[in-house]
């Protein structure tokens, strides 16, 4: 048995999908199980990271788990405390979804908030495996508004470049480590195959979606705005910025082989990502 945490998530909904295919059992764990369309013969069970009874309960049994905690400075004992829950039930690998940068100073406070949820697996006393991903191709379906609606998309990081992962591949990562041991103690910083600008991911979406795109920086202060009129708290809405800032400044430029070293395969392009999902930006 595989728990997969966060199974309605962007990385665990696909690592459900990808452990079923291979017929290992799974167990997904939502909040909402009534929420998540689950593969046929996946067990679905609500877990809520705050209610320890419901967490013991669904990492009973298991032999493996995947842990995607709740990313925020409210969330940094939540992260800790999954990765416990997970040891006291008897879980004897554990994989914990992280970030790019987690741990480097000059990411500022962003940096900081994994680290916790990475120490306690690292010190579970179980095989563990830590992957640091980079920033995920999928965030730029949030563009499909603006597109929509005939506007610009925004761009907060300037002309910083990123090694823009496919979430398939971070999955597929996960997946593997979920099923052997031999990536314990390993700790994996997931990129794409090059480093690229907001605006190279426009110009790819564009040439797959076959009209132009363009593109409108946006000061971070006026981001930090809109921030808090969405309700994000000060701390929070800081820590994301400082993270934007980072990679404006270079600090993100990073293209690793791991995906490569663990799938025996290049990660996928941006420009792949686009082709695969374009129909998600033509509502």
């Known amino acids: 048995m595989i728990v997969i945490t966060g199974a309605t998530g962007t990385i665990g909904s696909e690592v459900v999908r990808q452990l079923s295919v291979r017929g290992v059992k799974v167990r997904a764990v939502t909040r909402n199980p009534e929420s998540i369309e689950a593969p046929e013969g996946v067990e679905v069970v609500r877990g809520?990271?705050?209610?320890?009874?419901?967490?013991?309960?669904a990492f009973a049994g298991a032999e493996a788990?995947?842990?995607?905690?709740?990313?925020?400075?409210?969330?940094?004992?939540?992260?800790?405390?999954?990765?416990?829950?997970?040891?006291?039930a008897g879980v004897q690998r554990l994989v914990k979804l992280s970030a790019i940068g987690t741990g480097d100073p000059a990411l500022g406070p962003v940096g900081t908030w994994h680290l916790p949820g990475e120490q306690a697996v690292r010190e579970s006393g179980v095989a563990w495996t830590i992957l640091r991903p980079s920033s995920f191709a999928s965030n730029t379906l949030s563009w499909s508004a603006p597109l929509?609606?005939?506007?610009?998309v925004p761009?907060?990081?300037?002309?910083?470049?990123?090694?823009?992962?496919?979430?398939?591949?971070?999955?597929?990562?996960?997946?593997?480590?979920?099923?052997?041991n031999r990536h314990a103690g390993q700790i994996y910083t997931l990129t794409g195959p090059e480093a690229i600008t907001t605006r190279d991911q426009a110009d790819a979406l564009a040439a797959a979606l076959g009209r132009t795109i363009e593109v409108a920086d946006i000061p971070l202060e006026l981001a930090r705005g809109f921030m808090l009129d969405s309700g994000m708290s000060e701390q929070f809405a800081d820590g994301a910025l400082a993270g934007q800032a980072f990679v404006r400044d270079?600090?993100?430029?990073?293209?690793?082989?791991?995906?490569?070293e663990v799938l025996g395969r290049a990660p996928r392009t941006y420009a792949e990502w686009a082709r695969d999902h374009a129909e998600a930006f033509k509502g």
């Open 48 to 57: 809520d990271y705050a209610d320890t009874e419901s967490m013991a309960a």
């Open 65 to 88: 788990a995947f842990l995607v905690g709740l990313l925020g400075p409210d969330y940094i004992e939540l992260d800790r405390a999954l990765a416990t829950a997970a040891r006291e």
């Open 148 to 152: 929509a609606a005939g506007q610009p």
């Open 155 to 180: 761009n907060m990081t300037g002309e910083g470049r990123q090694g823009v992962i496919d979430p398939r591949d971070v999955s597929a990562v996960a997946v593997q480590a979920l099923l052997s």
């Open 250 to 260: 270079g600090g993100n430029a990073v293209v690793t082989g791991d995906v490569e």
